[in-house]
């Protein structure tokens, strides 16, 4: 098993520009996670999908956020416009029925 | 509101030291507990993850352990190793949802 996959693993962009970070769960599993840490914050859970739906999105912090998963394999979380605050490392995590999450490698944002 | 607290922030021992590290949660009414490793630049690993009707949960030189009722939960390194040296966070589900609240962390270095 590959485990979750994250793409770009880095991206630079500057201030105002759309930004789109791309995950894919491992197979099987049906609960998906967007994550995002910082220093100042730790790790902050932003949304979360149950096969394929959006139960929660109360942690994404403003509009400029939004999140899909248009099937069981693959989710974006799209940031538009992007601001420097925005800059962190973005994580997907995908769960089985069990709660154990399972972490990808992460996206490093950053926003000049 | 569930917060967890992780102590020390930080923890450098010699190499082949035993050493535990905290975890604390203000709720009680959990359906389980994780332990995860980040290393420097990289996503988390699930260590372990312990139900709430376990006490205990090893894997190799790793065990966890969880008291409920005290709001408690340890994770035991037997023989420390320098590729041990990451750091370490513990985090629970907040009531019957997937999403995870973690601890700020523990980085533990492990000296030769």
């Known amino acids: 098993d590959a485990g979750v996959i994250q793409s770009p693993r880095h991206e630079v962009t500057e201030m105002g520009q759309e930004v789109t970070l791309r995950c894919k769960p491992i197979s099987g599993h049906n609960s998906l996670f967007w994550y995002r840490q910082t220093m100042m914050r730790g790790l902050e859970l932003l949304i979360y999908?149950?096969?394929?739906?959006?139960?929660?999105d109360s942690g994404m912090p403003e509009d400029r956020f939004s999140a899909k998963m248009p099937n069981a394999s693959f989710s974006t979380l799209k940031i538009q416009p992007s601001e420097p605050r925005d800059s962190a490392v973005y994580f997907c995590a995908s769960s089985p029925t069990n709660y154990e999450q399972y972490f990808g490698p992460g996206t490093r944002l950053t926003v000049t | 509101k569930q917060e967890v607290t992780q102590i020390p922030a930080a923890l450098s021992v010699p190499e082949g030291e035993n050493l535990v590290l905290n975890c604390s949660f203000t709720?009680?009414?959990?359906?389980?507990l994780q332990w995860f490793r980040q290393d420097p630049g990289k996503g988390l690993t699930s260590l372990l993850l312990?139900?709430?009707?376990?006490r205990e949960q090893t894997s190799g030189r790793l065990n966890a352990s969880l008291d409920k009722s005290s709001g408690r939960s340890t994770l035991y390194i037997a023989a420390s190793q320098p590729g041990d040296s990451a750091t370490y966070l513990c985090a629970v589900p907040t009531d019957s949802s997937y999403k995870l609240i973690f601890g700020s962390g523990t980085r533990l270095l492990v000296r030769p």
């Open positions: 709720d009680s009414a959990i359906y389980n």
């Open positions: 999908f149950n096969n394929n739906v959006p139960i929660d």
């Open positions: 312990i139900q709430s009707s376990q």
